[in-house]
C-alpha cells in the first residue's frame, strides 16, 4: 500500500497556521437592555464545552449583554470550592482549578451565576455551602422558569448538554 505524504516545511514556533486577520461579519455589540443565558449541563472536566461556554459568556459581557449562566445537571460540580491538598491548591498545575477560576472570573466580570440545588445535592453531593462565593443556589423547578424569563425578554440563549 503506497502512503501519499504531505510535503511542506513544518511550521516554527510563533508563525500562524491559518489566517486570524480575516473576520467575516461585523463585530456586534449589544443593544440597550440585551441579555444572554447560557445553560450549562455538562459533566465537569469531561471535554472543553463547559469551559468554552464560560469563555463565550464573558465575551458576551464585555460586548454589553446581561449576561448569566446556569450550571445544573453534572454541571452543578462546577462552581465549587475544590484542591487537594486542601481547598485551592492545585497539586497538578492548572488543572483542578481551571472551572474554579472560570467561574470567579464570570462574577468578577459581573456576570451572575447560578446553580440548581437539587443536582448538586443529588447527583454531586454538593452542598450550597460548597458554592464559590457569590454563586446563588436556585430551586429546580426555577430552571424552566429563567428559560421563559430570558425568552420573554428577548434574550440570546445558549443550552449545552453533554453527558
Known sequence: MTVNMV?????QVGEALVN???KLFPD?????GEKALFLIHSVPYEG???????????????????VSVLFYGPASGIPVYRGFPNVG??????????????????????????????????????RETDFLEGVKGIHPTDILDIVI???????????????
Request: glycine content about 10%; charged content about 20%; proline content about 2%.
Open 28 to 32: 456586534h455589540k449589544a443593544k440597550e
Open 89 to 126: 491548591d492545585d497539586v497538578y498545575g492548572a488543572g483542578i482549578q481551571l472551572y474554579p477560576n472560570l467561574v470567579s472570573k464570570l462574577m468578577s466580570e459581573g456576570i451572575t451565576v447560578y446553580c440548581c440545588r437539587f443536582s448538586a445535592a443529588s447527583l454531586c453531593g454538593v
Open 7 to 11: 510535503k511542506g516545511e513544518r511550521p
Open 20 to 22: 486570524h486577520e480575516e
Open 149 to 163: 424569563e430570558h425568552h420573554r425578554a428577548g434574550a440570546m440563549l445558549f443550552s449545552t448538554w453533554t453527558v
Open 48 to 66: 472543553s464545552v463547559a469551559g468554552i461556554n464560560m469563555l463565550t459568556a464573558i465575551r458576551c459581557q464585555r460586548k454589553g449583554y446581561d
